[in-house]
Structures are given as structure tokens and as C-alpha cells.
């Protein structure tokens, strides 16, 4: 795959705090203290850097300590869009790759590795896949789920042997997470995934190092600058992260079938919410009242894609299931028709 990340997306976005930030935060300064010049050292990491515009967030009441954050986390969403085109590309790699039988894997440390598992773990009941289909690797393991094992983002090889675990291959694709560009878990998962066959990606919230971009397919990096507190990627980037993570996901399912419209069709009513939202969906899509629509459901084997296919074109369920086959699992192809309107 052609590598394709731009590397002039790569801009910072900052946004002033409200002037009665600024004034609240003045008006609580200490009293200046002349220091000696020292040189400083930045590092080059964006993620890493002060932000000035919460510097003195510790003497901020606790709705000032809201509005600061607030404000910053508003920042989010124009970075991550200034990364769509980068999104899409991931999008149609990991259709790609599901139309091949093959799955998406993340791998990240941290709370990188901790978001990717938690997107990996939302995909079955919300899309009804099995859940070898998306898989999230996290350093340290699953304990790191629990209780942060910061040593194991060091270790590149512990990334490689997580990637030779799996057996991961050129049916497989595997998206990178580290906020900060760099983390050598990742950079060994990546590395190893491209030498056994995998499309690779990385998603960071600085620019990554050539050697990280050298190994990806796709490089996804909206900066969403300085942390409220330094460092603290679990906030801004964070955010930016769970963003990236469910439009790929949400993307590539779409792309397969597992939506009708909008509607959530290719569910599994495994569980009395999820069966009432099943028959809320026949009832609606259908234009049948709830007693026909739990047959439905019981005649398609609980599928509700099956089931509104069973009804539209008055067939059995294997026909049913053929329909869905030769439209490649999307309901509106199989049925040549749109859901319902929204009322």
C-alpha cells in the first residue's frame, strides 16, 4: 500500500482562554520572583509542552478549573478533522481487509492501547462480528487494562511478539496508537506487522518520527496541542483518539452492511435491551406491530437484517440470507430500497 500521511496537516491548533479566564487567573499570580536565565529544554514532542493557557489552572476555583478544560477539549474536534481524508483512507483499508476475512488490530500502551481495547471490545454487540474481527493489543497485557504497567511501552520487542501472537498477516490491518508519535511498544508492533504482510497505520497527536512514518501505510496525526496538564494524554489527545477510533470502525462496518440508513440492523438480540431494540427496529422499518415483529425476529434466528429482508421480499430465511450474500450484506441492495423516513 502507498504510504499517504501529509505531513502539512501537522499544524497546531491553539485557541485563547476566555478573557475572564485570563483576568481570574491575573488577579491570583504570586509575586514575581527574579530567576537566573537557564536554557530551556523543549521537548520536541507537542504533546509534551506547557500550555500557557492554563498555567496557573492550581489556583483556579473549581468552574474556572471547567471552563479551562472545556475550552481546550473544544479544540478537538476542528484536529481531528483536519485529518478526514487520512480517516477515509483507514476506513477503506479495514473494509478491505473485513471483505477478505481478515481483521483490524490495534496496538498501543497506556491509555493509547486502553481506548483501542475499548473500541475492539464495542464492536460485537454493537455490529454483531465475532470478536477476533477487531482486536485491540495493549502493552503489559491485559493487567495493563486494570492497573498502568508504564515500563512495558519501552519495549519494542514486546510489541513485535504481540504482533507474531496474533499471526498477523497481509489479510490483516493494524493502526498504531501512541499520543506521543514515539512509543517503541508501538513502533515494534507496527515494524513487525508490515514484515509479515499487514497494512499498517499509525494515529498520533504529534508529528511522529521518520522511523515511525517509515513502517506506516497511513498516518493519521491531529495535534491537539499542549495538555491542560502537561503530559496528560488522557485528555485532549485522549479525546481525539476515541474520536479517530470510532469513525473507523463505525466507517467500515457501515461499508459492509451492518446499517440499514442509520438504524443498527445487523445486531444480535442477545439480551432483553437489545431484543426490545430489535423489534423497535422491525416495527419501524417493517410497519408491523410487536407481535409480528418478535415471529420475524425468531423465524430470521434473531438477525435483524435477515428479518427485514424475510419481510420486504416475502421470502424464507435462506433466501433471505442468499439476498444479503449476493448485495454483499447490504440491506438496501438486497431489498432495492431506502428505510423509512425519519418521522
Excluded: W
Excluded at 509575586?31 to 506547557?50: G, K, M, Q
Excluded at 495493563?144 to 519495549?155: F, H, N
Excluded at 437489545?274 to 423489534?279: A, G, Q, T, Y
Aim: charged fraction near 20%; hydrophobic fraction near 45%; include cysteine.
Amino acid at each position: 500500500m502507498r504510504r499517504t500521511c501529509d505531513l502539512r496537516t501537522f499544524t497546531c491548533m491553539a485557541r485563547a482562554a476566555p478573557d475572564n479566564l485570563a483576568a481570574a487567573a491575573g488577579r491570583r499570580q504570586a509575586r514575581s520572583v527574579v530567576r537566573p536565565h537557564l536554557p530551556a529544554v523543549l521537548d520536541p514532542r507537542i504533546t509534551e509542552h506547557r500550555n500557557p493557557r492554563s498555567a496557573s489552572i492550581d489556583l483556579a476555583s473549581p468552574l474556572e478549573i471547567v471552563e479551562i478544560i472545556n475550552s481546550e477539549d473544544r479544540t478537538v474536534a476542528d484536529a481531528v478533522a483536519t485529518q478526514n481524508a487520512q480517516i477515509a483512507k483507514a476506513i477503506e483499508a479495514t473494509e478491505r481487509v473485513f471483505r477478505a476475512g481478515g481483521r483490524l488490530i490495534y496496538a498501543g500502551a497506556g491509555t493509547s492501547g486502553r481506548l483501542g481495547v475499548l473500541d475492539a471490545a464495542e464492536c460485537p454487540p454493537t455490529f454483531g462480528v465475532p470478536p477476533e474481527m477487531v482486536q485491540g493489543l495493549i502493552a503489559g497485557g491485559h493487567a495493563a487494562l486494570l492497573r498502568a504497567q508504564e515500563g512495558a511501552e519501552d519495549s519494542p520487542e514486546g510489541g513485535a511478539r504481540d504482533v507474531d501472537a496474533l499471526a498477523i498477516g497481509n489479510n490483516d490491518f493494524l493502526i498504531g496508537i501512541a499520543a506521543s508519535g514515539s512509543t517503541p511498544y508501538v513502533q515494534g508492533a507496527i515494524s513487525r506487522a508490515r514484515e509479515r504482510g499487514a497494512s499498517t497505520a499509525i494515529l498520533a497527536c504529534t508529528p511522529p518520527p521518520a522511523a515511525m512514518l517509515a513502517v506506516a501505510d497511513i498516518a493519521i496525526v491531529p495535534i491537539t496541542g499542549p495538555e491542560v496538564v502537561t503530559g496528560s494524554t488522557r485528555m485532549k489527545a485522549g479525546t481525539a483518539t476515541k474520536l479517530v477510533l470510532n469513525m473507523i470502525t463505525t466507517g467500515a462496518m457501515i461499508r459492509i452492511g451492518k446499517t440499514y440508513g442509520n438504524l443498527m440492523v445487523d445486531l444480535k438480540a442477545t439480551n432483553a435491551k437489545l431484543r426490545d431494540r430489535s423489534e423497535r427496529i422491525l416495527v419501524e422499518v417493517c410497519e408491523v406491530d410487536r407481535t409480528e415483529a418478535r415471529r420475524l425476529l425468531a423465524e430470521s434466528g434473531g438477525s435483524v437484517k435477515t428479518a427485514i429482508v424475510m419481510h420486504a421480499l416475502g421470502v424464507s430465511r435462506p433466501k433471505a440470507e442468499d439476498a444479503l450474500a449476493r448485495a454483499g450484506g447490504v440491506v438496501r441492495r438486497a431489498v432495492s430500497a431506502p428505510p423509512p423516513p425519519v418521522k
